[in-house]
């Protein structure tokens, strides 16, 4: 018997659930999530309740999809009523990170590009040129962020999620959770936080393990 799966999930007011061959769909306040169930998977829908179960719950495997897919089934009707939200702490002297149109960063790289022609500095006209060649394959809104790198960093950003960014901190939240930490998960994969100083790219609730640094000991010296 699972425990989790043994549990209804309770179908709070606004929301609906409708089950169409195989794929399950939810659709709340805060948008509509599908998922395709598995064969050895059993529904029971009502207005009030959805009831996840399996044929043999004596078997190992479909005790441990019965747990899943209530899980998953759970995790749909909070996304579409509550949703879900990651923060991200980006660390470190110089990185900044800030929320743009593709149109307007690529009318603020084309300028740095005619600027740094006419003061003669190859760094700003090859910086420019490398950010206009990335942005020609985005669309929508954009995260670009300096991380140190010798070259800025663009992340799109999907239409099922939205991003926000105050000083240090990048929010994202939207109705699928797992779309919400797959986003957090890639953007914290492009500056892994280091465990000396702390720079990096952090989850605003992760514990950074600190290593001390080395010790020079100064050798001979006299009064």
Do not use: C
Not at 26 to 34: A, E, R, V, Y
């Amino acid at each position: 018997m699972s425990r989790v799966g043994k549990k209804p999930v309770v179908i709070p007011s606004g929301v609906k659930a409708e089950k169409k061959d195989m794929t399950l769909t939810i659709t709340g306040p805060k948008g509509s999530l599908s998922v395709e169930l598995h064969p050895k998977i059993m529904l029971q829908l009502s207005p009030e309740e959805i009831i996840v179960d399996v044929a043999r719950k004596e078997d190992k495997k479909e005790r441990a999809l019965w747990g899943l897919f209530r899980a998953i089934v759970q995790n749909m009707v909070d996304g579409v009523v509550k949703g879900f939200e990651k923060k991200l702490e980006i660390n470190g002297v110089g990185f900044k990170v800030e929320m743009s149109k593709v149109d307007q960063a690529v009318a603020a790289y084309k300028q740095k590009k005619q600027d740094g022609i006419k003061q003669g500095k190859a760094s700003m006209v090859s910086e420019s040129q490398y950010a206009l060649k990335v942005l020609n394959f985005l669309k929508g809104p954009i995260l670009e962020m300096r991380l140190g790198f010798s070259h800025p960093v663009f992340v799109e950003i999907p239409a099922d999620l939205s991003v926000t960014v105050e000083k240090n901190v990048v929010t994202i939240t939207g109705a699928d959770k797992q779309r919400v930490g797959q986003l957090a998960a890639e953007i914290r994969e492009l500056k892994k936080p280091e465990p000396y100083k702390g720079k990096g790219i952090k989850y605003s609730d992760e514990v950074v393990l600190r290593k001390a640094g080395k010790v020079v000991k100064v050798v001979g010296g006299g009064k």
